[in-house]
T-cell receptor, first 113, second 115 residues
Framework: QQQVKQSPQSLIVQKGGISIINCAYE??????FPWYQQFPGKGPALLIA???DVSEKKEGRFTISFNKSAKQFSLHIMDSQPGDSATYFC????????????WGAGTKLIIKP | GAGVSQSPRYKVAKRGQDVALRCDPI?????LFWYQQALGQGPEFLTY????????KSGLPSDRFFAERPEGSVSTLKIQRTQQEDSAVYLC?????????????FGPGTRLTVT
């Protein structure tokens, strides 16, 4: 059973535009929601994360919006740059499941110059 | 400081061979995770250690997969009698003490190709 659904599968955005990736989860026990960035041939790198007690978290050009009632969260990348071109994964975890990360399927983001 | 390292970075094995993949976590990190990432997909959990104790191995796909962390630092993932479906990138992640358990930091992975 897929517990974290991510969309879109791929996304093309013009340089300077806003990139938006969405995720939905099912398990209400999840209490930590990170986003990872992965370049080809590299391991995932933690980008930003949120706990369910806040609705938004911003770090530089990256913002997570979190809607607990809808069980959805999203990543917004402002002023997208060609260097942001990568695959982005949302994930979720909980203390109940030993903090193992349950991952979305990934979004391949391409920023056109 | 040094991040999580994994070796080898690439491994080609003939079907039926045994392989051993190594993970060196960030120094002092208590928790260690192994994940399997198939091509074009998100990682999937394999197993979890807290110090030397393997607390969760529910994600190991078969009894051909075995992981250990005997001294609570370096970990080895062993796959016996490799099959083609074992071809994937194997990722290791570590986290610090209890206050930082949620944040997992990943190594570069080992790409295993079974021919």
């Amino acid at each position: 059973q897929q517990q974290v659904k991510q969309s879109p599968q791929s996304l093309i955005v013009q340089k300077g535009g806003i990139s938006i990736i969405n995720c939905a989860y099912e398990n209400t026990a999840f209490d930590y929601f990170p986003w990872y960035q992965q370049f080809p041939g590299k391991g995932p790198a933690l980008l930003i994360a949120i706990r369910p007690d806040v609705s938004e978290k911003k770090e530089g050009r990256f913002t997570i919006s979190f809607n607990k009632s809808a069980k959805q969260f999203s990543l917004h990348i402002m002023d997208s740059q060609p260097g942001d071109s990568a695959t982005y994964f949302c994930a979720a975890s909980s203390r109940d499941s030993n903090y193992q990360l349950i991952w979305g399927a990934g979004t391949k983001l391409i920023i056109k110059p | 400081g040094a991040g999580v390292s994994q070796s080898p970075r690439y491994k080609v094995a003939k079907r039926g061979q045994d392989v051993a993949l190594r993970c060196d976590p960030i120094s002092g990190h208590v928790s260690l995770f192994w994940y399997q990432q198939a091509l074009g997909q998100g990682p999937e959990f394999l197993t979890y250690f807290q110090n030397e104790a393997q607390l969760d191995k529910s994600g190991l796909p078969s009894d051909r997969f075995f992981a250990e962390r005997p001294e609570g630092s370096v970990s080895t993932l062993k796959i016996q009698r490799t099959q083609q479906e074992d071809s994937a990138v194997y990722l290791c992640a570590s986290t610090g003490g209890l206050a930082f358990t949620y944040e997992q930091y990943f190594g570069p992975g080992t790409r295993l190709t079974v021919t």
